[in-house]
């Protein structure tokens, strides 16, 4: 079966300092990839997708980055954090060409910078 | 652009009182349909979900029937339970990409 790991599931973090956080996925080859933010009291915001090993999406203009070393390996990262980027991360994987297949999500990191 | 509408909460019921709660969406194609639930400190798990129009989607006594007609998909659940106090995303995909309504936090007293 497929699953997904995310970790840290918690950070805190001091402002203009570096962030990475890491996605893997196993059980499932070529999956598509997903990094969303979830702003306290707010939804969900799509902040890249991949499609494949090193494609990268950015919906959102911000000083994140996002990068795909490995086919089931998703990066989101930063090289100076901001307050504002304070929020709760899930990393998710979708199968590639279908689009009825849901996402699924991992636990989530909780990023608090101070 | 494509987008998912969902009522504000919070929603506050009584154990056994009939939910429902309101999502419509605008889309450009003819998009699947979710709802995702998350508890407490966790990330989103799929709840139900509808490929097609008149699909309705069930689980865990929770119903969504996708509405063309409406561009709707509301989440009923005949009986709710303490343990159902979480917060529920409707969400659609189109294209690989998932997009979600901002989220209604249900509460659910004994």
């Known amino acids: 079966s497929q699953t997904i790991h995310q970790w840290p599931a918690t950070l805190v973090q001091p402002v203009g300092s570096p962030l990475s956080l890491e996605c893997t996925v196993e059980?499932?080859?070529?999956?598509?990839l997903y990094w969303y933010r979830q702003a306290a009291g707010r939804g969900l915001q799509l902040l890249f997708y991949?499609?494949?090993?090193?494609?990268i999406s950015s919906e959102v203009p911000q000083n994140l980055s996002a990068s795909r070393p490995q086919d089931r390996q998703f990066i989101l990262s930063s090289k100076k954090l901001l307050l504002s980027d304070s929020g709760f991360y899930l990393c998710?994987?979708?199968?590639?060409?279908?689009?009825?297949?849901?996402?699924?999500f991992g636990n989530g990191t909780r990023l608090t910078v101070t | 652009g494509d987008s998912v509408t969902q009522m504000e909460g919070p929603v506050t019921l009584s154990e056994e009182a009939f939910l429902t709660i309101n999502c419509t969406y605008t889309?450009?194609?003819?998009?699947?349909l979710f709802w995702y639930v998350q508890y407490p400190g966790e990330g989103l798990q799929l709840l139900l979900k509808?490929?097609?129009?008149?699909d309705k989607g069930s689980n865990k006594g929770f119903e969504a029937t996708y509405r063309k007609e409406t561009t709707s998909f509301h989440l009923e659940k005949g009986s709710v339970q303490v343990s159902d106090s979480a917060v529920y995303f409707c969400?659609?995909?189109?294209?690989?990409?998932?997009?979600f309504g901002t989220g209604t936090r249900l509460q659910v007293f004994p």
């Open positions: 998710a994987w979708s199968v590639v060409g279908t689009s009825s297949s849901p996402l699924h």
């Open positions: 059980g499932t080859s070529n999956p598509n």
């Open positions: 991949s499609v494949g090993i090193g494609q």
């Open positions: 889309a450009t194609g003819y998009p699947s």
């Open positions: 509808a490929t097609k129009a008149d």
């Open positions: 969400a659609l995909i189109w294209t690989d990409k998932l997009i």
